[in-house]
């Protein structure tokens, strides 16, 4: 597997699928799905440099539950899977106590 290694302040994020059935049970057939806006980080850069050149921490980290905008970053794929590289400013916020990990069917 091909290991991608984001640069600056870029994060790699893989999106989760959301349900495909509404709470009435019609299934939704994928043409008519939104893309989902919650991501899990995969991989994060070193951080943007400031004025001074000194490196600014991410606040993000590998396996956070994030929310981003609609038309947020570039997709990519890699070794066949589908990503999103973005700025981490792109980045709406962290979903707290939400396991990154997908649900058990």
């Known amino acids: 597997m091909t290991k991608f290694r ?22 939704i057939p994928d043409t008519a799905q939104e893309k989902p806006q919650e991501g899990e980080v995969v991989a994060v850069g070193p951080g943007a ?3 001074k050149g000194e ?7 590998v396996g956070d539950r994030i929310l981003f905008g609609k038309w947020s970053g570039t997709e990519v794929k890699v070794d066949g899977q589908d ?19 997908k649900k058990a069917a």
Request: charge should be neutral; avoid cysteine; charged fraction near 35%.
């Open 6 to 27: 984001p640069l600056g302040d870029r994060v790699v994020v893989k999106r989760v699928q959301e349900d495909t059935k509404t709470a009435g049970g019609i299934i």
């Open 49 to 51: 440099r400031d004025e």
């Open 55 to 61: 490196r600014i921490t991410p606040e993000v980290k």
């Open 83 to 101: 990503l999103l590289i973005m700025k981490e400013s792109d980045i709406m916020g962290v979903l707290e106590g939400k396991s990154a990990t």
